[in-house]
């Protein structure tokens, strides 16, 4: 059975969206940064948080909630 690719739209996001991403889920942004969480870290600073979800060797794909 195949995944679904979660796309992320930077100005669309809600938290509840990104809580719901977990590692090994595939994710993609729309400026073409795809690939597999291999690690998240959530930042949660004053009334936002920070979301880093690394994806190994395509980078990190950061949003601000």
Do not use: C, P, W
Not at 20 to 47: C, H, L, P, Q, T
Not at 54 to 65: E, H, R, V
């Amino acid at each position: 059975m195949e995944k679904q690719t979660t796309l992320i739209k930077r100005s669309s996001a809600n938290k509840k969206q990104l809580e719901n991403i977990k590692v090994g889920d595939f994710v993609a942004d729309e400026y073409g940064k795809s690939g597999k969480v291999n690690n998240i870290e959530k930042i949660d600073y004053r009334r936002e948080s920070h979301y880093y979800f690394n994806l190994g060797k395509s980078g990190t794909i950061f949003i601000i909630a």
